[in-house]
C-alpha cells in the first residue's frame, strides 16, 4: 500500500546549497499553500514556544536511498549504522522532522528558527510541539551522534 | 506535486480500537518489511534510548480531515484551534510523530513503550532521538494543551 502526500507548504530560507552543518546562521519561514489552506490553519500556534516541522527532503534521488546501514557522513571514524539509527536526508521516504523555534505568525506565513531545510523544501506537516510529547525518562545516544551533531546548529559553539 | 510513500513497517499493538488517552498500558512494537528491511537497517538502534516513530493514521477517512480551525476534541471548554496548532488524528496528510522508548531491538522488530498508535498503523520512518534535537530555550505552550495530555499516557496520573 503506498501513501500520497499534497505538500501544505514550502520552507523559505536564506540557504539554498544543500550543506550539512551552521543552521543557525540561516533565517527561515514556512508559507502556507494558499490554494488549501488560510490564516486559520495557524490559529493559536503563536502560543507555543516551538512547531515540529516535518519535510521531504526532495532533492535526494532515488539512487542515493539507504536501505541498510553506512556509516554516518561516510566518516571511517564513526561505526556502521542502520539508516533507522541515523538522522541523515538519503533514507527511506525522505522525511525530515525538526522542532524549531516560533518567531511568529504572519497569516499564512510561519516564521521560525532553527529549521536544517533549504530554500524550496516542501513541508508535510506542522504540529505544536507539547512538554507531554517529549521524551520520557533518560535520554542517552553513543558518542558518535553527540560528535556529528556538534556544529550542526553553530559550527562556533 | 505529490509525494509518494511506501510504509517501511507497521506497528504491532495490545491496542486495536483507537481511542484517545492512557496509552502507556499497551505493550508495542513495530516490524520492519522484510521484503526490503533486513535487520542491518536497525543497526546501532540500540545504543539509543528513544526513537521518533513517524506514522500514518490510515483509519481516518478523507471527509474528516480539517484544514482550518476546530476545538480541539470537540470540547467546548478549549478555543478554537488551527490545525497545525494542535496534533489530532484528522489532519492533512494524516501524519503522526512520536518519541518512543527503545525497549529492544530483536532483529527486524522494534519494541518500544509509549507508542500512540493502534495495531497495524503503517510506519513510514524512524529516527533515533538525539538530545541537539530536542526543543532548545524554554518550552511554552497554552493551557488548554497541558489539561488535554492529563491523560493521555496514563489517566491514573
Given at each position: ?56 527532503f ?6 542515493k536511498?539507504?536501505r ?68 520520557r ?21
Amino acid at each position: 500500500m503506498q501513501i500520497t502526500i499534497d505538500p501544505i507548504g514550502h520552507v523559505r530560507s536564506t540557504r539554498a546549497e544543500v550543506r550539512d552543518d551552521d543552521w543557525d546562521r540561516e533565517v527561515a519561514s514556512i508559507e502556507l499553500d494558499t490554494t488549501t489552506f488560510g490564516p486559520d490553519a495557524l490559529l493559536g500556534l503563536q502560543q507555543f514556544s516551538h512547531v515540529e516541522v516535518l519535510y521531504c527532503f526532495d532533492q535526494v534521488p532515488e539512487s542515493k536511498i539507504e536501505r541498510g546501514a553506512r556509516r554516518p557522513r561516510g566518516n571511517p571514524d564513526w561505526p556502521l549504522v542502520g539508516i533507522f539509527a541515523q538522522r541523515g536526508k538519503n533514507r527511506p521516504n525522505r522525511l525530515g522532522a525538526t522542532i524549531a523555534k516560533i518567531v511568529r505568525v504572519e497569516g499564512t506565513t510561519l516564521h521560525v528558527s532553527g529549521l536544517d531545510a533549504v530554500d524550496g523544501t516542501p513541508v508535510v506537516d506542522l504540529k505544536p510541539y507539547m512538554d507531554e510529547f517529549g521524551p520520557r525518562g533518560a535520554v542517552t545516544q553513543p558518542t558518535w551522534a553527540t560528535e556529528l551533531m556538534h556544529g550542526y546548529w553553530d559550527t562556533s559553539a
